[in-house]
């Protein structure tokens, strides 16, 4: 299996910590049957992307796991301002391996309309979009037309493994298994922090998918489209996604799921991965973005 978001690089963001929990998130994975991990250091306002600290760091990790893991560099990908002219400037250099597929993170207090032109802009810059953990968005859980729209505009879409059988509450749990029902999946990922929480466990969401949906299915998700993302290679045929032409794809009723998210249940210094609300105001953003 690949392993495309894991936050597997030390001292960058809020992922492992220290050279020793790197390795040990690393021959755990490999213990899970994952052979190769893209390493996603966040990009953000609260984790800048330092390029050389990130690359320093990688080198030693890939030297350190030789014959264990494979390992790629990407990042975590925050939609802001200053990132996405970055991204613009220095086509695909946020991407996997720079070879297009770019993992998108949103903010988690809301996603406004015009996040849709900065897609646009990206994939115009030859970028092939990934959105990460939508099940997890308040904002999509209340209305999940945002993937619909997504995917409809060509983006693909990551799901958090571990969502699957519950582990990042009710509510995400739900949409989760409702987008792999639809196959409005592409990826299942770990989004593995740290090993006390949110370990990099993909083998479990595998049977399980293998179970649900199919093994050709479960193949498609954690080895087939996380391999044609690392090598950039043409995008594989996928199954068509149901419903996805209906203008109100399928109904989704947050209210019946308790407000209760991983965030709530952990100490602060324990709580890593949920996407920081946006520093500026939206106004400044797309002021800066599209002189308006």
Known sequence: MIDIHQHLIYGVDDGAKDLEESLAMAYEAANEGITHIVCTPHASDRYPYKTELI?????????????VVGLSLACDF??????????LANPLRYSIDGRGYLLVEFPNVSIAPQYADALFRLQSAGYTVIVTHPERYPAVQVNPQLIADWLRTGCLIQITACALYGRMGPAAEALANELLDRNWVHFL??????????????????????????EETAQRL???NPLAA????????????LGLENHKPFAFDVRRYPRKSPRTQLPEDEYQGWPDPPRSGLRGLWDRLFAR
């Open 55 to 67: 690359e320093t760091r990688l080198a030693e990790l890939r030297e350190r796991l030789d014959g």
């Open 78 to 87: 925050h939609l802001s301002a200053d990132n996405i002219f970055a991204a």
């Open 189 to 214: 990922a770990t989004d593995a922090h740290r090993m006390k929480w949110r370990p990099p466990h993909l083998r479990k969401a595998y049977e399980y998918v293998s179970a649900r949906a199919g």
């Open 222 to 224: 954690c080895v087939t």
């Open 230 to 241: 690392v090598e950039g290679a043409p995008w594989p045929g996928q199954p068509v996604p």
